[in-house]
């Protein structure tokens, strides 16, 4: 069962103190991704950080949109589209600077709602549900960014497409949006997602994002698509991930550090 997002009422100090504190604390994380991206010769505006805000609700995300993150993502479509309303209806100039992030498993049957905000979706992990992302984006006349989340540590209990199958994915989906006659609307797979093995440690996960970034450049040859993204690393790992190229580092409880109980 979900557990709902934390409120107000149930934080560990005051909204004042949470509005510094996620100030705080989304600064610092800004510092350490730029630190880390120089230590891999690159700079800040190659990383994107995008803040993992299922952990609270509409109100406290909104403090973390007003410390500077415009990238939130939420692990259920029903979460997404809830806040997504919620910032539209009652803080419009805060709701158009937010990219919303699906980062969490996708089932069939939420696509259709969820596709009308064109969020990026990174968990892309079937055949099944890119074909039905495909189809409602077409419908829609709208252009839906996804990632293909890919199980790079093998983990059974893991999502994600198995490697080996992922140039099948790619050339049956050339395929399909070559047949569409259009690059203004349907699914367009911008990159990878993956996530380390459970309890891998940052040494141990850099292998893992090498594998992903490097078969991103086998699809890249294999279809000629550009997929500028790599979604990889999350708080405990985001170093070794931006080392290995990630473009976005998926970065959640370290933003409420001092605010959740």
């Not at 509005?19 to 891999?40: G, H, T, Y």
């Not at 509409?58 to 939420?74: F, K, M, N, R, Y």
Request: one cysteine or more; hydrophobic letters at 40%.
């Amino acid at each position: 069962m979900a557990v709902e997002p934390v409120g107000f009422s149930q934080i560990a100090c005051t909204p004042h103190e949470a509005r510094v504190r996620i100030k705080e604390n989304w600064s610092r994380v800004c510092d350490e991704v730029s630190l880390a991206a120089s230590q891999s010769g690159r700079s800040l505006s190659e990383v994107r950080v995008v803040g993992v805000s299922k952990y609270v609700d509409a109100e406290i995300t909104g403090l973390l949109v007003e410390a500077g993150c415009h990238d939130l993502g939420e692990n259920r479509p029903q979460a997404l589209m809830q806040k997504a309303k919620w910032f539209g209806s009652t803080q419009a100039e805060q709701a158009s600077k937010i990219r919303w992030h699906q980062i969490g498993h996708l089932q069939r049957n939420k696509v259709r709602r969820l596709v009308g905000l064109q969020p990026l979706i990174h968990s892309v992990d079937s055949e099944r549900v890119l074909e039905e992302i495909h189809r409602e984006a077409m419908a829609q006349s709208l252009l839906v960014e996804v990632l293909i989340e890919v199980n790079v540590s093998g983990e059974e209990a893991k999502t994600g497409l198995p490697a080996e199958q992922t140039a099948g994915l790619f050339e049956r989906h050339a395929t399909r949006v070559a047949s569409a006659g259009t690059q203004d609307a349907g699914a367009r797979v911008s990159g990878l997602m993956a996530m380390a093995g459970w309890g891998t440690d940052p040494q141990a996960a850099q292998p893992q994002f090498a594998r992903l970034r490097e078969l991103r450049d086998q699809m890249r040859g294999l279809t000629g698509w550009e997929l500028p993204e790599l979604s990889m690393g999350m708080s405990g790992d985001y170093q070794a991930a931006i080392a290995e190229g990630a473009t976005m580092v998926r970065i959640g409880s370290s933003l409420f550090r001092g605010v959740l109980k």
